[in-house]
């Protein structure tokens, strides 16, 4: 063991070797901790390596530290990925960006290893590294290392020497630069498909560091290699890089160099290329122009929403609103909304609820004529769904509706299919629109509620299913903070409290616990009128439960009866007796509730 540096009864003769294991002793304990069997105090270690550095200063971290983590790579997967990350935060620690090029070596060897999350990391750090490189360190000390990653022997080090070009490339020299996009081309046609996979995910950073001159003679022939490559994994990829280098052309260059390879993809035998093209192609179709739009992606997008995949078909269903925005209105009624029809009854349920979920963004678009004719059929065929998410998403979002068509006319169509779903025999389909039900509201109004749906909502606090009761008495306190203490008071309190002398036991359990919950959100002048008469009164009530509960609520209404300094006689004169008195009940629980609130009055 490390003899204590604080340690004044050293014995005579040990001064000067503890001095020198003082100079050593951050290193020293991180070896011993780095060698321990416990793989959990090796992990700590590696956390606490930024801790260690700063106790050691630049010179001895540049001097010492990154030295003997040069020479520590081999170890546990999980503490190498840590210390990946934990490099990346060395800048500062070895003096700043004039000595962060130190921190290179071990990050180049663990850019190297098999485990694909430590090189994942390493090019994260790498990056930042580079990131505040000068031109010279780039030149002298960055370029080599991706040189002999993108040249080593095995495909682990060419794999992440991908991630690190676009790093490199703005502060290299117009040579240099040459001489990166050659081996970036050269990994592009690796026969290790790991390779070329971790080039079309990196192509889109590199492409944006490049000219457009370049773009045309040289990164065009890497991204068409990588469209036909035989792996449909490498395929997939080179989606979003189609995407950056249709955003460095025109338009009519989109049509000559940029549509032929752009049509094979989307027409791709893979269905997980075709997956990647629908979840991308708003990004495309704004990439490529109006005139490609026209000619090409409107058949295109068709094909998506109707594609054998429902993978495929869910995907392009969520395109389906930025789409319809820039093929404008004639287009959406003429080419895709005689497609959506046959999307309401799809096979696939997620179809069907991404569908839910999106078509409500062609309201704005359509207006209100077009609107009520086109879409609100689909509304009612989707809120009919058996699929409770696909009803659902549609509630979630008739506020874009709303705008368009106005509240009266939405209520007509879609309030008898709500009410219908409210009713519904499965009680988790009752419990989903509850849970929808604060929303709704907003969106469409207090007086639309108090109107449609409040009875609907009280309704709910006497269902047999108290997970029902217990979600209908928090909606209840959504609905309070929307509308407020007020409306509460005046539509929503009277009915619970009335619920309060009922002969089921069941509906005065509930009047506690709707009321409890509520109370926060209205305020000390409310619980003093309404609610703390009612709760004293229930703290009589025969059943040990339900004074055990009223117990509890009494507890709950003491903060915020404390918001007014005018209530402190109120929680003395009533609360407290009331609780006194809980305590001491025949039965425990009771008195143990009132007990515990007690301590807070």
Not at 255 to 275: F, G, H, K
Request: aromatic share 6%; net charge negative.
């Amino acid at each position: 063991m490390n003899p204590d540096p604080s340690d004044t009864n050293a014995q005579p003769g040990m001064a000067t070797q503890q001095e020198t294991d003082d100079s050593l002793y951050p290193i020293a304990v991180l070896i011993d901790e780095l060698k321990h069997e416990e793989i959990s105090l090796r992990i700590n270690a590696i956390k606490r390596i930024s801790t260690i550095a700063l106790a050691l200063g630049p010179e001895r971290t540049r001097d010492e530290l990154i030295p003997f983590l040069d020479e520590s790579i081999e170890d546990e997967d999980e503490l190498l990925a840590i210390l990946a990350e934990e490099l990346g935060g060395f800048i500062e620690l070895v003096g700043g960006p004039s000595f962060s090029h130190l921190i290179l070596s071990p990050l180049e060897n663990l850019a190297a290893v098999e485990e694909t999350i430590v090189r994942t990391k390493a090019v994260e750090s790498l990056c930042k590294v580079s990131d505040v490189l000068s031109s010279q360190q780039i030149e002298e000390h960055f370029i080599p290392l991706v040189k002999r990653l993108s040249s080593g022997n095995w495909f682990t080090s060419r794999n992440s020497s991908a991630g690190i070009f676009a790093g490199a490339y703005p502060k290299s020299s117009p040579t240099t630069q040459a001489d990166l996009r050659k081996m970036y081309s050269a990994l592009c046609h690796d026969e290790t498909p790991m390779v070329r996979r971790a080039c079309g995910t990196h192509l889109s950073a590199f492409v944006k560091c490049i000219s457009k001159e370049h773009i045309k003679s040289e990164v065009l022939e890497m991204f068409s290699h990588l469209a036909q490559d035989e792996q449909d994994s490498v395929r997939l990829l080179v989606v979003e890089p189609m995407v950056t280098i249709a955003e460095a052309f025109t338009p009519e260059e989109c049509q000559e160099l940029i549509a032929p390879t752009m049509r094979n993809l989307c027409s791709d035998r893979s269905w997980r290329v075709r997956y990647m093209v629908a979840e991308n192609f708003v990004k495309l179709s704004n990439a490529v122009g109006p005139q490609i739009v026209k000619e090409d992606l409107m058949g295109v997008f068709n094909y998506l929403i109707r594609d054998n995949e429902a993978e495929v078909r869910t995907s392009a269903t969520g395109q389906i609103p930025g789409f319809g925005e820039l093929i404008g209105v004639e287009a959406i009624i003429s080419d895709i909304l005689p497609n959506l029809l046959s999307l309401t009854i799809d096979t696939s349920q997620h179809v069907r609820a991404a569908l839910a979920s999106n078509i409500s963004g062609l309201a704005p678009l359509l207006g209100k004529d077009l609107t009520i004719e086109q879409l609100l059929p689909l509304f009612l065929r989707l809120l009919k769904d058996e699929f409770p998410e696909v009803r659902l998403n549609i509630i979630s979002r008739l506020e874009q509706v709303n705008k368009i068509i106005g509240v009266e006319l939405l209520s007509q169509s879609l309030l008898p299919a709500i009410v219908e779903l409210a009713e519904d025999k499965q009680w988790r389909v009752r419990l989903a629109i509850i849970e929808y039900i604060p929303l709704l509201a907003t969106q469409l109004g207090v007086e639309f509620f108090d109107e449609k749906l409040g009875n609907l909502c009280m309704s709910w606090l006497g269902d047999s299913v108290f997970s029902i009761r217990e979600a209908a008495t928090k909606n209840l306190q959504k609905l309070t903070e929307a509308f407020g203490a007020e409306w509460a008071k005046a539509n929503i309190l009277p009915k619970i409290l009335h619920m309060a002398h009922h002969s089921n036991h069941l509906y005065r359990m509930t009047t506690i616990f709707a009321i409890t919950t509520i109370a926060p959100s209205t305020n000390a002048e409310v619980i003093k009128e309404l609610i703390l008469p009612v709760v004293i009164d229930l703290a009589s009530d025969p059943i040990p439960n339900i004074r055990f509960n009223a117990a509890k609520s009494l507890q709950s209404l003491v903060p915020v009866l404390r918001q007014s300094a005018e209530m402190q006689d109120l929680i003395d004169q009533q609360v407290k007796v009331a609780l006194q008195k809980l305590s001491q009940d025949s039965d425990r629980d009771v008195q143990f509730y009132a007990n515990q609130a007690l301590t807070v009055v």
